[in-house]
């Protein structure tokens, strides 16, 4: 397997750009609805020399709810990934334990990504700078934890 190592300013270069669109996107109104966590994947995190996952704004105009209609957009090549969405009753410390984070979930449910795979990327700064491909989220039924 081919190791491609990512540059740490590259790496920051992305985020720089996806955290000026996210901004952008809430001063046009967007209504905040979460992040995501993606290149989690341990191999793929070895493979690109990544000390952690990278992470990406999901789009709060693009939250659906099961059962509706989303437009796609001509040379959209769209896909479907199964999630799951947490819902917290507070931020978690970044040095919190996974106790105080499972203590901190309010509800689970299922949810499916939308990816657009059409964005040109170039590399790493790319892929981060456009969400990780992120293009929609269809939510179904929340589960509380005591359910």
Request: hydrophobic share 40%; no cysteine; aromatic share 4%.
């Amino acid at each position: 397997m081919t190791r491609t190592v990512v540059r740490p300013e590259k790496f920051a270069e992305g985020m720089r750009r996806q955290l000026d669109r996210f901004h952008a996107a809430l001063a046009g109104g967007m209504p905040r609805r979460g992040w995501k966590i993606g290149i989690n994947v341990p191999e793929v995190l070895r493979r690109l020399e990544l000390p952690h996952p990278a992470v990406a704004w999901i789009d709060g105009r693009r939250v659906v709810p099961t059962g509706s209609r989303l437009s796609v957009p001509e040379g959209a090549r769209l896909h479907v990934e199964p999630e799951l969405a947490l819902l917290l009753a507070s931020a978690v410390p970044p040095d919190g334990s996974p106790d105080t984070a499972l203590d901190g979930i309010v509800s689970v449910q299922p949810a499916l990504e939308v990816v657009d795979y059409s964005p040109p990327t170039s590399g790493i700064d790319d892929l981060l700078a456009h969400g990780m491909f992120h293009h929609a989220t269809v939510l179904g039924t929340p589960t509380s934890r005591e359910d």
